[in-house]
């Protein structure tokens, strides 16, 4: 089957877990709406082909895949690139938690496609914030449209995640601009055929820079200049990868013939910040990648195994039954539709509070966002993995082969916890940056909002809830624990055991969230049952719910135990792999 975009689930999570004030469900309906179509219609179909075609190189360029070009144009023409943009330069001025859902949207019909749009939003967040008023009159409404797609260059083949160690070089040229020289690998859509500029944004040094990641500046380096002349870079290469084989990932070089031409964006030796603006959209965005393809194997699991006809089910009259009779399919499928939910609401949360930063909670919201970033990236790319896998494991031996376009899904979303900053480092970042931000407030903070979603289900006592509302108090209870032991041992220089424990924490306290956010769906599906509704979803939303509380969230407490117990493996790391 066809990715079919789950636009009401979408819109349930926006307005009852998100809990969006002055949210008009109409509105955005329809946007949802037409932007599922798009995915479903213009997206999806070429996913498969795609994947098979791959990116062709001969003579420095890159031929995307059949339609591909043809649909950029559609997604361009649409309004599509830009809409959570200023509309003064070209965007919808839409919520950036309604520009979430099409996100997902667009990488769970076709993850390939989606990575070029994703990269030019995380270039218009940076020229916008960053980037001089004649760069924005130059660049900016081209980016917003989507006439030209931005890329990211950062990484060379000797700095990957340590940007110090980055040699890319920038001079000045006398006239404002600066001369470019050196190489890129990586980068995404370096180089194709669907638009007739590429906007490169590339971090280099200029000559005396201070050493490590102080002396990085951050360039803006068009494909084709603004007198119409190609720039001084080409696209050496493209990687044969394990998945998402319709994007082009370029080698990147700049400046044979003496130097390519760039602009500075921000200030000398300040790059790296301006990176980071691109970074942490792009993070976001690779988040909702992760909950795309868990969708997406999700919804083709889900239909294999109500095919599929193998064993007889307990008590059925057939000599054989669909396989979603089984309790452990059950199990595998119920298992990918509340890690798949649960990976979406936080990823809303996340662009919600963007949202809410630019009104009166101002920097409390940017705080809680800056919070919620690396979980939403770390913890749905992670759920992504696991729910491509059972989506494989569900289909069987022909999940194994390539018919089904499962294992694409599978190969596709391995890369999601490897970009834009390894699930690690996302972890690392948590722990190190993110959990102490206001002496830990921002996260207590967090935590109890978790625990209203407990005290909800306390209050509103229910048999179809089973041990949800126990449950989740001791997970929730697990992670505050956790996040002492945490704050405590950055506070007591003993920084080892903290990054030691940020994986589990990290896992932890994305489950813990996931699970709250289940339980704000389940209460308000059982008030709508309450007050007359008949629509099944809502006791299906109930019935994942508490699935996610009774299995799931189960896995907190040894999450908790391996963060405050678990540390001491780094003492004796080196000794156990040295043989």
Not at 70 to 82: M, P, R, S
Not at 192 to 198: F, L
Not at 249 to 255: E, L, R
Not at 542 to 567: D, H, K, M, S
């Amino acid at each position: 089957m066809s990715y079919r975009a789950p636009v009401a689930e979408m819109l349930f999570a926006l307005r009852h877990v998100v809990g969006l004030d002055g949210f008009d469900a109409e509105d955005a309906g329809a946007i949802l709406t037409e932007a599922g179509r798009i995915a479903g219609e213009v997206l999806a179909p070429l996913n498969r082909g795609g994947d098979r075609h791959g990116t062709p190189f001969a003579d420095g360029r890159v031929t995307t895949a059949p339609g591909f070009r043809e649909a950029y144009a559609t997604f361009v023409a649409g309004g599509w690139n830009g809409l959570s943009a200023d509309a003064d330069h070209g965007g919808q001025g839409l919520p950036k938690v309604v520009e979430a859902a099409c996100t997902e949207m667009w990488n769970g019909a076709n993850l390939a496609f989606g990575l070029c749009p994703l990269l030019t939003q995380g270039g218009i967040e940076a020229l916008a914030t960053h980037g001089s008023e004649d760069l924005k009159t130059r660049y900016l409404d081209k980016l917003v449209t989507g006439q030209w797609p931005a890329t990211m260059n950062l990484t060379e083949s000797q700095a990957g995640s340590d940007l110090a160690l980055l040699r890319t070089r920038a001079e000045p040229a006398g006239d404002g601009s600066y001369r470019i020289t050196g190489s890129k690998i990586y980068i995404t859509y370096g180089e194709h055929d669907m638009a007739d500029n590429i906007v490169h944004l590339v971090l280099a040094r200029l000559k005396d820079a201070p050493a490590g990641t102080r002396g990085i500046s951050l360039f803006l380096v068009p494909k084709v200049l603004p007198d119409g002349t190609a720039n001084d870079l080409r696209c050496s290469g493209i990687e044969h990868k394990l998945g998402i084989n319709a994007s082009p990932t370029c080698s990147m070089a700049f400046g044979d013939g003496g130097g390519a031409t760039g602009w500075l964006i921000g200030q000398e030796n300040k790059g790296l910040a301006c990176m980071f603006t691109m970074m942490n959209a792009a993070r976001l965005g690779v988040g909702l990648q992760g909950v795309g393809v868990a969708e997406a194997a999700t919804q083709k699991a889900l239909a294999y195994a109500r095919e599929r006809r193998q064993g007889k089910a307990i008590g059925a009259a057939e000599a054989t039954s669909a396989i979603v009779a089984h309790p452990d399919v059950q199990r595998m499928l119920l298992t990918m539709k509340a890690y798949t939910a649960a990976a979406r609401n936080i990823c809303y949360l996340t662009a919600s509070a963007l949202d809410a930063s630019h009104g009166p909670e101002g920097s409390v919201a940017l705080d809680r966002a800056s919070l919620l970033t690396p979980v939403a990236k770390a913890f749905s790319t992670d759920l992504a993995n696991e729910v491509t896998s059972l989506g494989v494991q569900v289909h069987g031996g022909m999940g194994f082969v390539e018919e089904t376009g499962a294992a694409q899904l599978m190969r596709d979303a391995r890369i999601l916890g490897i970009y834009e900053g390894t699930n690690g480092i996302q972890a690392i970042d948590l722990t190190g940056r993110k959990l102490p931000l206001n002496g830990g407030a921002t996260a207590r903070s967090q935590i109890a909002w978790m625990r209203r979603a407990a005290e909800g289900l306390l209050k509103n006592p229910d048999p179809v809830f089973g041990q949800m509302a126990a449950r989740l108090r001791a997970g929730i209870e697990a992670l505050d624990r956790a996040t002492t032991f945490q704050l405590a041992a950055l506070t007591s220089n003993r920084p080892e055991a903290a990054l030691a424990g940020a994986t589990p924490y990290l896992r932890l306290f994305g489950l813990a969230l996931g699970g709250a956010c289940h339980a704000r769906a389940a209460l308000a599906s059982a008030a709508a049952l309450k007050g007359g509704e008949t629509d099944p979803a809502h006791t299906a939303r109930i019935a994942l719910a508490r699935f996610y509380a009774e299995n799931l969230l189960t896995a907190a407490p040894g999450l908790e135990e391996t963060v405050i117990g678990g540390a001491a493996f780094a003492e004796d790391a080196a000794l156990a792999l040295a043989v």
